[in-house]
């Protein structure tokens, strides 16, 4: 499990988005905080890999608390949820080694989305031990893989999302034929879907041989792997 630390100056606000992360397999939350200074103490205290890290905070804004953590020798993992949009704050966050911004309002897809990259992320980085360039690649294609403007042609989100689906409830290697039966559609477009995946790293591809004929493809997606470990 991926445990998660919320902190938002506002109570409902945090709430809202605990319940999101709830909804996603593979996280928990461990703790909900709404100023600056309870985010760090809770960050030394329980050890979280992930933070949900608001901008705007009644003691210190958020960038603080990021450069506070880093100075101090902190990995963990941070995904800024603000309603800044200036270029100086941006900045700071990506500067911070933020892993996503993502700018309120939003509905629970858009978390959901990033937090399925960003576990898809870990996953394949904490398997990776001298990774090659096409490696290092697939890492960061993770982290971008959650905009629909971001879909080459072709390729739609609610179908892709679909097949996402199909493949998480498979619960490890899938086939073409079984992801098609399970999604509800051609044997042809859910290939074409997961060798999308595929490419862009979020899903593992991997062969398995015969007596005769061609080898079939398995494919297992990254994320199932992160949230049964």
């Not at 709404?34 to 003691?59: E, K, M, N, Q, W």
């Not at 509905?107 to 490696?135: G, V």
């Not at 086939?175 to 999604?183: I, N």
């Not at 005769?212 to 470990?229: D, F, M």
């Amino acid at each position: 499990m991926i445990r998660v630390l919320v902190v938002d100056d506002d109570p409902m606000t945090a709430s809202i988005h605990r319940s999101y992360v709830e909804r996603v397999p593979g996280f928990e939350v461990i703790g909900e905080v709404h100023t600056g200074g309870d985010a760090l103490a809770h960050v030394r205290s329980l050890h979280p890999d992930l933070v949900l890290l608001d901008i705007y905070l009644p003691d210190m804004s958020g960038i603080e608390v990021l450069r506070e953590l880093r100075e101090h020798g902190s990995q963990v993992d941070v995904i800024a949820i603000t309603a800044a949009k200036d270029v100086e704050t941006l900045r700071a966050a990506i500067h911070g080694g933020i892993v996503h911004y993502l700018v309120k309002p939003f509905f629970f897809d858009a978390l959901r989305e990033r937090l399925e990259s960003y576990a898809a992320h870990r996953t394949r980085l904490e398997r990776l031990s001298e990774p090659e360039q096409a490696d290092i690649d697939h890492v960061f294609a993770l982290l971008r893989m959650h905009g629909r403007a971001s879909l080459p042609k072709g390729i739609s989100a609610p179908t892709l999302a679909r097949v996402i689906e199909a493949l998480r409830a498979a619960e490890g290697d899938a086939t073409a034929v079984g992801v098609s039966e399970r999604a509800g559609i051609s044997r042809g477009t859910a290939r074409r879907y997961l060798e999308y995946l595929a490419a862009t790293g979020a899903v593992e591809l991997s062969l398995r041989y015969g007596v005769t004929g061609r080898p079939e493809h398995l494919y297992r997606w990254a994320g199932t792997v992160g949230a049964a470990s």
